[in-house]
């Protein structure tokens, strides 16, 4: 129909990228600074490259078996960045160790606030860092893909392939015990989620 300008889902994006491979390139440029801000966030910005790279590398390699039932791809492409992250789970923890002892969060461009607003931004980093860096992966990982993903829990069910209600019981233990190392503040205050 002529004055259509509907743009393709994600479904529809992968679905054409089987005939012509080309097209997967919306797809990345849809998603790829989200993607890369999420790696960038778990593991800072010296390994978000090559992961990012590798997120959308796996995605081509696997687009034939994308369920087209499902119109969004982010919850997939986090699932497949999250799975690698995890083969980085020493990296994310050291890396959340350093922003816990420095209080500079290297994912995070610096603040151009007043001086007492990045002091207090740090001292509040630290302890983030440090609870973030205690929580088992699972854990972590949903709580991330909450805050820093902005996935609902159903994505994130679907993009760890877990059940919703495990997300609920992961998502809850993870604030409960971030909450508490932050002095009853919650973690994900202002989200949501």
């Known amino acids: 129909m002529r004055g259509d300008v509907r743009a393709r889902t994600d479904a529809e994006v992968i679905e054409a990228s089987l005939r012509e491979p080309?097209?997967?390139a919306e797809l990345y440029d849809r998603h790829h600074e989200v993607i890369h801000r999420y790696?960038?966030?778990?593991?800072?910005?010296?390994?978000?490259?090559?992961?990012?790279a590798e997120t959308f590398l796996i995605a081509f390699d696997r687009r034939d078996r994308y369920d087209a039932a499902r119109e969004d791809a982010r919850p997939w492409l986090y699932?497949?960045?999250?799975n690698l992250v995890g083969q980085h789970r020493r990296a994310e923890v050291r890396f959340w160790r350093l922003i816990q002892r420095t209080g500079a969060d290297p994912a995070v461009e610096s603040p151009a606030g007043?001086?007492?607003d990045r002091v207090t931004a740090q001292a509040s980093r630290r302890a983030l860092a440090a609870a973030l860096a205690k929580l088992p992966r699972?854990?972590?990982?949903?709580l991330l893909l909450t805050a820093a993903g902005d996935l609902t829990p159903g994505e994130i069910?679907?993009?760890l392939g877990?059940?919703?209600?495990?997300?609920?019981?992961?998502?809850?233990r993870a604030r409960k015990k971030t909450r508490d190392v932050l002095g009853g503040v919650d973690p994900l205050e202002g989200n949501d989620h």
């Open 22 to 24: 080309e097209c997967f």
């Open 39 to 52: 790696i960038a966030r778990r593991l800072g910005r010296d390994l978000a490259d090559d992961l990012m």
């Open 79 to 82: 699932g497949i960045a999250t």
């Open 114 to 116: 007043p001086v007492t």
């Open 138 to 142: 699972g854990q972590r990982d949903v």
């Open 157 to 159: 069910a679907s993009a």
């Open 162 to 172: 877990i059940a919703r209600g495990t997300v609920h019981s992961r998502l809850n």
